[in-house]
């Protein structure tokens, strides 16, 4: 080309596409010069960019494009080897980069990729653990609302706040619009609305138990989604919503464990549930959600535990009052009886000594006169006297022993005595009667039976004369046998034989009879007081009924038996008792020495010069004591107190007779000291021998352990003082009743 | 009044105490202690009998009257009178002594004193009836006659 001088060249028509060329170049070298600008603007804005190497690669072949493309813009006239060279340096440079870069690229494109996608799996996983959380958080708030639901529950043992804090909770807790409880009856065939949250609800409004829904929910222990239009779930009133809200209904067991530590509730155990229903509200388009669901089983299960706690503790009050007001009862009924006894114990005292003291003066009044002359009617006629207040005296003792028999208070007065003598004596009083009559008796007494035994004579005579009475009395005509032999207890050892002192045996005493006999049905009522059997043959004869009562308690005191046996009416019978008796330390001496039996001991008809010694305060007492030993011979020297009696008394002495009426140990303690006076000479010790107004258990006790050899019941009969003389010199002791 | 009359009045009058139930069986055994060698033990014992109480109802009197009794002082009074009359057999006074004696126990000012109005009365009672008695036997005695042993043939 041509260099002309032309200053501006025109452009020629063709020269146009030049000139678009020319403005678009400048265009895009612009562009191209901000991009990379705005690329290190906004990259020195961002804090993370990894690449910013490839960003300079980048922005240096957009530079240098923008150059290269400036550059062409001087191009497009004519123009200097400088600019050619410029231009091509460009333009290499460009083309250098630019490969460079898109080397690069095939590395970084894949890289960008796949930070995109690891975005995209974090954000995934975000909204994963979001979700998670959510669920965490709605499971605590259950736990929470549970924990709460269970500690309203759980703070009350009644029943009632249980069952409707237990609907409250829930209605809050779970926004329901209503929620109910059906119970069973006690049929245990319907289940009756007990509680409802919001409603009224009828009374008595019962569904059938074997309803398939109902089954359905029993029989299983989850909460379980029904129809609500099921019979349990239509309580509310139809108010025309549309859409009735989901219902469900879960069991509560009604049990009555306290010990809840099996994992599974006993299935076996409990039959009776409950139910509970819960609804949601209509129109709210909400789900039961499974959280819920677990809520309201756990309510379930805490409402069962709280209910048989309630349950239980009711019974336990119930019975705790029961048993206070029967307490109260017992106590009353005591207290009652009590002052029955006590009146009756009073009367009896009372009526005790009233009846006794005519009785037997009539009684001694008679046996005087006896003693007197008299006219063989005159005779006849006080011996009636005689037997019938005996008689009487009898039926009043009788009576009185049977009510103190009961009372327990009656106690055995021990003595020693001969055995074979008594079954005589008795044998001698019913003679008269069974003379009369025409019954032959017979004794029969065993040979090792033994003579002198211990026992309370005066009873074991009674009941003797009972049985054997008894048996004149019912027998018209035969004969009467009477046995007594020594028999083994049960669990004694057989050795009777050897008699050292303190062992006991058995006396068995059979009484046959030949009469009316007795009906083996009436045996047992023949032992209970005054009932007697009607038959014609016995209603004839007297009799209160009580013998045979009185003598079967008399032998349970001497721990023995009694019954009767018989073979029927018209054939007799027989009456056997056993009775527990001591045998006494002399006994039987003269039996194993082969001497026939003494008969009795040898009485001593007088007392010429017999020393006693009498001391009493009383001085008119004291004369009549001395009066009357004086008459039965003794040498009476008499003091008026204790310490006379000490200064006095001396191994002449043989007996000292000691007033002890007063109250007090005083005079009880002259006898320990009169024993201290005669320690050394203890063989020359007189007799202690206390007077005193009663000879009852106590005073015998006290008397014994103050060392006195007998007590004597003041005032004291003449013949009776020359017995206790006899009696206190043979045995050198004294203790027996009055 | 001949002999056989007056002993038989004595024997009625004897009865009749017992009836009455002034004495009791213990009198019968005092007379049966008197004999050849005792002839006065019954009266000997009887009037010592009526001093002895005498002087007691003295002192029970006083005892009463006291302001405040002293029951402790009373019951030996009391206990004595009734052991001495039980020894002679003077039955009633002795029950009223019992009767005395639970009153003083119960310390009951008024009954005790109503008691003893009783005591005095039954024991003027006895001895009034035993002197009667003693006298009557001996007018018996002095006509020479035997006091008969008693007979309470009816």
Redesign the interface.
């Known amino acids: 080309m041509e260099v002309c001088n032309c200053i501006e060249p025109q452009w020629p028509a063709d020269e146009l596409l030049m000139k678009y060329q020319y403005i678009s170049d400048f265009f895009i070298a612009i562009a191209y010069f901000s991009i990379p600008l705005e690329l290190i603007y906004f990259v020195k804005k961002s804090a993370v960019f990894p690449y910013r190497w490839v960003l300079v690669q980048f922005g240096a072949f957009i530079v240098l494009c923008g150059a290269t493309h400036l550059i062409n813009l001087w191009t497009f006239t004519t123009h200097s080897r400088t600019v050619a060279l410029v231009m091509t340096t460009a333009k290499v440079l460009t083309a250098v980069v630019s490969c460079a870069t898109a080397l690069m690229l095939v590395h970084i494109i894949p890289d960008l990729l796949s930070v995109k996608t690891r975005e995209l799996f974090l954000k995934n996983k975000a909204a994963e653990l979001d979700r998670e959380m959510g669920l965490i958080r709605t499971q605590e708030e259950t736990g929470r609302h549970v924990r709460m639901l269970t500690h309203e529950i759980r703070s009350t043992l009644d029943r009632h706040t249980i069952l409707k804090t237990t609907l409250v909770e829930l209605g809050r807790t779970l926004a329901l619009e209503e929620c109910a409880l059906w119970m069973p009856t006690r049929t245990g065939l319907e289940l009756q609305l007990s509680y409802t949250l919001r409603h009224q609800h009828p009374v008595e409004y019962t569904v059938p138990i074997q309803l398939p829904v109902i089954n359905q929910v029993f029989g299983t222990s989850r909460a379980v989604k029904i129809s609500p239009n099921s019979p349990v779930a239509r309580l509310r009133p139809v108010s025309g919503k549309y859409m009735l809200g989901e219902v469900v209904a879960v069991r509560v067991p009604l049990l009555h464990l306290s010990n809840f530590q099996i994992n599974d509730w006993p299935e076996l155990s409990t039959k009776r549930y409950a139910l509970m229903v819960l609804m949601l509200p209509s129109d709210s388009a909400r789900q039961w959600h499974v959280h819920e669901l677990e809520l309201v089983e756990v309510v379930a299960d805490q409402v069962a535990v709280a209910l048989s706690h309630a349950a239980i503790l009711e019974e336990s009050m119930r019975a705790r009052d029961l048993l206070m007001e029967q307490n109260v009862a017992l106590d009353l009924a005591r207290r009652e009886a009590e002052t029955a006894i006590r009146a009756r114990n009073d009367f009896l005292a009372v009526m005790n000594h009233e009846m006794r003291t005519p009785m037997h ?1 009539i009684i ?2 008679s046996s ?2 006896q003693e ?3 006219t063989p009617e ?1 005779r006849l006629m006080v011996e009636t006297i005689l037997k019938s207040s005996n008689l009487l005296a009898t039926l009043m003792n009788d009576v009185l022993d049977l009510s103190r028999l009961e009372d327990g208070s009656l106690q055995l007065e021990l003595g020693t005595f001969n055995l074979h003598t008594l079954f005589r004596e008795v044998l001698n009083l019913i003679k008269p009667i069974a003379v009369v009559k025409k019954l032959p008796i017979t004794l029969n007494l065993a040979p090792d039976l033994p003579e002198f035994v211990v026992g309370d004579e005066k009873r074991l005579m009674q009941i003797i004369l009972n049985i054997v009475g008894n048996a004149v009395k019912f027998s018209k005509q035969g004969s009467i046998s009477v046995a007594a032999l020594v028999t083994k207890s049960d669990t004694r050892a057989a050795d009777f034989f050897v008699v050292p002192t303190g062992s006991h045996f058995y006396l068995r005493v059979k009484v046959k009879d030949s009469g009316a006999g007795i009906n083996p049905q009436d045996i047992p009522k023949l032992f209970t007081k005054f009932a007697q059997t009607q038959s014609l043959a016995t209603r004839s004869s007297g009799g209160s009924g009580l013998g045979l009562a009185i003598s079967k308690r008399f032998v349970n005191l001497m721990e023995g038996n009694i019954w009767i046996e018989s073979d029927g009416l018209g054939k007799g019978c027989t009456a056997i008792f056993d009775v527990k008796l001591g045998i006494s330390e002399r006994s039987n001496e003269s039996k194993q020495s082969g001497i026939p039996k003494v008969p009795a001991i040898p009485r001593h008809s007088s007392f010429t010069g017999l020393k006693v010694l009498v001391m009493d ?5 004291r ?3 001395k ?2 030993l ?2 039965l011979g003794c040498e009476v020297t008499t003091v008026s107190s204790n310490e006379e009696c000490l200064r006095v008394v001396s191994h002449e002495h043989k007996v000292v007779f000691m ?1 002890v ?3 007090g140990v005083e005079n009880y303690q002259i006898a320990l000291r009169i024993h201290e006076k005669f320690t050394k000479q203890r063989h020359q010790r007189p007799l202690l021998v206390a007077l005193s ?1 009663n000879t009852d258990k106590s005073t015998k006790e006290k008397c014994m352990s103050f060392g006195l050899d007998g007590v004597l019941l ?2 004291v ?2 013949d009776h003082m020359r017995d206790v003389l006899s009696d206190l010199l043979e045995r050198r002791v004294l203790y027996e009743g009055m | 009044m001949d002999l056989v009359q007056m002993q038989k009045s004595l024997q009625d009058y004897t009865k009749s105490l017992f009836l009455e139930g002034i004495l009791d069986s213990q009198f019968l055994q005092l007379q049966q202690l008197q004999d050849e060698s005792n002839p006065d033990f019954v009266s000997q014992v009887v009037t010592l009998f009526f001093q002895d109480s005498d002087r007691i109802l003295n002192d029970l009197s006083l005892s009463l009257d006291q302001q405040v009794v002293d029951f402790k002082k009373v019951d030996p009074h009391v206990h004595q009178l009734k052991g001495s009359s039980s020894s002679i057999g003077a039955q009633r006074v002795k029950n009223a002594c019992v009767v005395f004696r639970s009153f003083c126990e119960q310390q009951n000012v008024e009954a005790c004193h109503r008691c003893l109005q009783q005591v005095k009365q039954e024991y003027y009672l006895v001895k009034n009836r035993l002197e009667t008695l003693f006298k009557l036997e001996q007018q018996i005695v002095a006509s020479g006659g035997m006091i008969p042993p008693v007979e309470l043939g009816f």
Request: proline share 7%.
């Open positions: 003066a001694a009044l005087l006169l007197t002359e008299l005159q305060e009383n001085g008119v007492s004369m009549v004591t009066g009357l004086v008459h007033d009426c007063m109250p107004g003041k005032p009969s003449l």
